[in-house]
């Protein structure tokens, strides 16, 4: 490998790092989606998973989120206690725990759309300057970066 190479994968690994750890801030922060209430990420997340998958009961939401069963118990104890998701039961199916939205968990999922909108919008600013032939190699690589830590993962079971 060429010493310009080398250097360059090193700033570049730098570089992510420091996004990387940016967003780990902001996934860490609790926010107001219009109810009051100061919500996670893994909480909206659910109140989201719910919102796109109406029918879904509790390990459906767990398995779409990659999750357990457990954490998604917890999550839902946590937003029925703030008034955003309710359980319920169809038939005689004690088995299966469905859930849905209350009118306040219907107004968060609402505000997360919106919190998206404009983070994509003000993504569309930044990146409108590349061309997309740009765009489409960034997207090779990070399909490639995906596809190279993806292997060291698989490595670790």
Known sequence: MSKKKALFIKVFDKQVTRILNKWSVLEKKPRDYETGDLLYTSEIHVIASIAENPN????????????TRGAIMQLVLKLEKKELVERYMKGNNSKKVFLKLTPKGIQASSGHEK?????YKDL???LKKYKISDLELFEQVFNSLETHFDSYL???K
Do not use: C, Q
């Not at 919190?115 to 983070?119: A, G």
């Open 56 to 67: 879904a009961y509790m390990s459906e939401i767990a398995n779409i989120l990659g999750v």
């Open 115 to 119: 919190y998206h909108k404009n983070m």
């Open 124 to 126: 569309y600013v930044l």
């Open 154 to 156: 698989e490595e670790k």
